[in-house]
């Protein structure tokens, strides 16, 4: 492969991959009772509202282990292996079980919307450096054979965009002290979803002081 043909190419790949780089996971709005004046909570049972039982159970898991030494995060399938038993037609049940057991938050999270839509990017021009200049040799730094530019023609591709709701109550009366509703871009998969958006309540929550530091 000639140089030029293997530059065309390389150009290529790094203008593919700052493509696949755009997922991100950020804070979209976020409220915290501002009369809780609270310690760390202890124990915490994770509820994560979703119609998949299996995506339900390992949320909830990977959500519960993240918390740190000081908090206890407790993953609801285990003390309600059916999520309906979680209602308001049982909130005196849930609640004295739930004050019984020691527990003095309940976090939960559901998929509020997911949104697609259609992204245009125009066509954009590059410079490159040719063959002999800093990149063909330390000492010529600086000197150039040839320079080229490379157009790159507009493109479309679609975003998909996931928005996460999260409110964390106390225990056992039930006030909500914490809401955050965060935003994910068309992640790769599935665990990288609940890899970045666990990651970001957890750290929410250190940072507001709900769970140990």
Do not use: H
Not at 19 to 48: H, M, N, Q
Request: proline residues 5%; contains cysteine.
């Amino acid at each position: 492969m000639g140089f030029s043909l293997l530059r065309r190419t390389l150009l290529a790949a790094l203008f593919t991959a700052l493509l696949t780089a755009c997922t991100s996971t950020s804070v979209i709005s976020e409220w915290r009772d501002p009369a809780y004046r609270g310690a760390a909570l202890k124990k915490v049972l994770v509820y994560i509202a979703a119609s998949d039982d299996a995506v339900r159970r390992t949320v909830e898991d990977r959500l519960a282990s993240s918390f740190p030494e000081g908090t206890q995060g407790v993953a609801s399938y285990t003390l309600f292996p059916e999520a309906k038993e979680i209602n308001e037609q049982n909130e005196k049940a849930l609640s004295a079980r739930l004050q019984k057991e020691g527990f003095d938050g309940a976090l939960t999270a559901r998929l509020a919307s997911v949104d697609k839509e259609n992204v245009y990017v125009p066509p954009q021009t590059y410079f490159a450096p040719g063959m002999l200049g800093p990149y063909g040799s330390f000492y010529g730094y600086g000197r150039y054979a040839y320079a080229s530019l490379y157009a790159v023609p507009g493109y479309a591709y679609q975003q998909t965009r996931y928005m996460i709701e999260t409110i964390l109550y106390d225990v056992p009366g039930g006030k909500m002290l914490w809401t955050m509703t965060s935003e994910s871009v068309s992640p790769d998969s599935r665990q990288q979803l609940i890899d970045e958006v666990t990651s970001l309540i957890d750290g929410e929550l250190k940072k507001q002081g709900f769970i140990a530091g």
